[in-house]
C-alpha cells in the first residue's frame, strides 16, 4: 500500500468514526423529549406543552434528511441516517401529542403538518427540477444551513435565560454535553468530508455548547436542581 492509500484509508477510518459518534450523541438528544411524553400518556393530556418544537425538528431532520441522499450530497450518508431517525422521532412524538391534545391543539398540529410535509415536497421537488450536480447541493445546502441556524434559537433562549436567573435550572448537563460533542462530532465529520454546509453551522453549535457548558459550572452551586428544558435540544 502507498503513502497516499495508507493516508486515504486513515482519512477514511476518522470520518467515518467522526459520523458515528454525531449520530450516538444526536440519539442522546432525540431520545431525551421521552420523560415529557411518558407523562402526558399518563396524563392522558399535553397540559402545557407546545408542540412547536417537534414541528421545527422535523422539518428540519426532513431538509437535511434530503441534503444527506447521494442525489443531492453523494458521500455523507451520516447525515442522511441521523437526520432519518430523528424524523422517525419526531412523528412519533408528534402523533403521541396529537392524540392526547384537545381538539383546537389537534386542529393546529395536523394543520402544521401537513405544512411540513408540503414545505419539505416543494424543496424536493425544486431541487430535483430545477437544479443538476453540483448546483442541487447547493441549494439544499443553503436551505439546510438556514433551518439548522434557525434552531439555534433554543440553546440562545436558555443561554439567555441562565445569564438573567443566574441558575441552570432549565439546562441539565447531559444535554448540554451531548449537544456540544454532537455539534464537534459533526464539526469534524464535515471538515473530513470539505462540506460546510456540515461543519459552518455544526461548528457554530460547538461555540454555543461550550458556553451552555461554561455557564453550567459557573451557575450549577446556585442551589436549584436542573429541571425539564423549557425548549427541547435537536441535531
Known amino acids: 500500500m502507498s503513502v497516499a492509500g495508507g493516508l486515504y484509508s486513515?482519512?477514511?477510518?476518522?470520518?467515518?468514526?467522526?459520523?458515528?459518534?454525531?449520530?450516538?450523541?444526536?440519539?442522546?438528544?432525540?431520545?431525551?423529549?421521552?420523560?415529557?411524553?411518558?407523562?402526558?400518556?399518563?396524563s392522558k393530556s399535553t397540559e402545557q406543552f407546545s408542540g412547536l418544537p417537534y414541528i421545527y425538528t422535523l422539518l428540519n431532520c426532513l431538509i437535511c434528511l434530503w441534503y444527506g441522499t447521494p442525489i443531492v450530497s453523494p458521500g455523507?450518508?451520516?447525515?442522511?441516517?441521523?437526520?432519518?431517525?430523528?424524523?422517525v422521532f419526531q412523528l412519533v412524538y408528534i402523533t403521541i401529542f396529537i392524540?392526547?391534545?384537545?381538539?383546537?391543539?389537534?386542529?393546529?398540529?395536523?394543520?402544521?403538518?401537513l405544512g411540513v410535509f408540503t414545505v419539505f415536497a416543494a424543496i424536493v421537488a425544486i431541487s430535483i427540477y430545477l437544479f443538476e450536480?453540483?448546483?442541487?447541493?447547493?441549494?439544499?445546502?443553503?436551505?439546510?444551513?438556514?433551518?439548522?441556524?434557525?434552531?439555534?434559537?433554543?440553546p440562545l433562549f436558555i443561554i439567555n435565560l441562565v445569564i438573567k436567573t443566574k441558575s441552570v435550572?432549565?439546562?441539565?448537563?447531559?444535554?448540554?454535553?451531548?449537544?456540544?460533542?454532537?455539534?464537534l462530532s459533526f464539526f469534524a465529520y464535515g471538515m473530513f468530508k470539505n462540506d460546510p454546509f456540515?461543519?459552518?453551522?455544526?461548528?457554530?453549535?460547538?461555540?454555543?455548547?461550550?458556553?451552555?457548558?461554561?455557564?453550567?459550572?459557573?451557575?450549577?452551586?446556585s442551589g436549584k436542581e436542573p429541571r425539564e428544558p423549557l425548549l427541547e435540544s435537536h441535531a
Open 133 to 154: 450536480p453540483p448546483s442541487r447541493q447547493t441549494f439544499v445546502g443553503y436551505v439546510s444551513v438556514f433551518s439548522l441556524i434557525s434552531m439555534f434559537a433554543s
Open 99 to 113: 392524540i392526547h391534545a384537545e381538539r383546537s391543539k389537534k386542529l393546529k398540529m395536523l394543520g402544521l403538518v
Open 10 to 42: 486513515i482519512y477514511s477510518i476518522c470520518s467515518f468514526a467522526a459520523g458515528i459518534a454525531g449520530n450516538l450523541f444526536a440519539f442522546v438528544l432525540f431520545v431525551s423529549p421521552i420523560p415529557t411524553f411518558r407523562r402526558i400518556i399518563r
Open 76 to 87: 455523507v450518508i451520516m447525515i442522511f441516517t441521523v437526520n432519518s431517525i430523528g424524523a
Open 198 to 221: 456540515i461543519s459552518v453551522p455544526n461548528g457554530i453549535g460547538g461555540v454555543l455548547g461550550v458556553i451552555q457548558l461554561v455557564l453550567y459550572f459557573r451557575y450549577s452551586n
Open 169 to 183: 435550572e432549565y439546562m441539565p448537563f447531559y444535554l448540554s454535553l451531548a449537544t456540544f460533542l454532537m455539534s
